[in-house]
């Protein structure tokens, strides 16, 4: 079952916040968060497991609500290189594969 | 660690041709993922595997799609025969754990005419 991302896209002046929401129709064992900038691969951002804490990277955090089958990704104080699709990818299971949402384009402009 | 390492990086072949897309995972990873990604389906798992056993193989569009991994360090996709429809860019990830992350490879974009 694939999650769904919101927004699809958004644009954001330097230093604005922006937060990207991953919500899924099952219950969910962890979350995965990757950053995929234009013509590059994927590159991994972070895990967030069922039961753990909200979790950071730079000025890039998630949190993880277990209850609500959601997650969310905050980016504060954005800057140019935050530029490129986030894509949440879920687990079901300890045994079942990611799935990947269809992403969501950030645009960081100055 | 040079990462995950795939060839060719571009292909260009004509419809009905033998594609063979190829995967170095990164030594010591025990699980390699294969995705297609194109912009109406986004990132799409064909098929993984896990010491190299293919585990799940649902994500694999057609009997022309075929995958092995003879070995720890090498993995190979194939496409016959090939289709304008197969056009996108393909990666190959690998982790420690099936429920790890992944690092993905550069990628093969393919173009079929």
């Known amino acids: 079952q694939q999650p769904v991302q919101s927004p699809q896209a958004v644009i954001l002046r330097e230093g604005e916040d922006a937060v990207i929401n991953c919500s899924s129709s099952k219950a969910l064992y962890s979350v995965h968060w990757y950053r995929q900038k234009h013509g590059e691969a994927p590159v991994f951002l972070m895990i967030l497991l069922k039961g753990g804490e909200q979790k950071g990277h730079e000025k890039i955090s998630a949190s993880f609500n277990e209850k609500k089958q959601q997650s969310s990704l905050y980016l504060t104080a954005s800057q140019l290189s935050y530029s490129g699709t986030y894509f949440c990818?879920?687990?079901?299971?300890?045994?079942?594969?990611?799935?990947f949402g269809k992403g969501t384009r950030l645009s960081v402009i100055a | 660690d040079a990462g995950v390492i795939q060839s060719p990086r571009h292909e260009v072949t004509e419809m009905g041709q033998e594609v063979t897309l190829r995967c170095k995972p990164i030594s010591g990873h025990n699980s390699l993922f294969w995705y297609r990604q194109t912009m109406m389906r986004g990132l799409e798992l064909l098929i993984y595997?896990?010491?190299?056993?293919?585990?799940?193989d649902s994500g694999m569009p057609e009997d022309r799609f075929s995958a092995k991994m003879p070995n720890a360090s090498f993995s190979t996709l194939k496409i016959q025969p090939s289709e304008p429809r197969d056009s996108a860019v393909y990666f190959c990830?690998?982790?420690?754990?099936?429920?790890?992350?992944?690092?993905f490879g550069p990628g093969t974009r393919l173009t079929v005419t």
């Open positions: 595997f896990n010491n190299n056993v293919p585990i799940d």
């Open positions: 990818g879920t687990e079901n299971s300890g045994n079942t594969p990611l799935v």
């Open positions: 990830a690998s982790s420690s754990q099936q429920t790890s992350e992944q690092y």
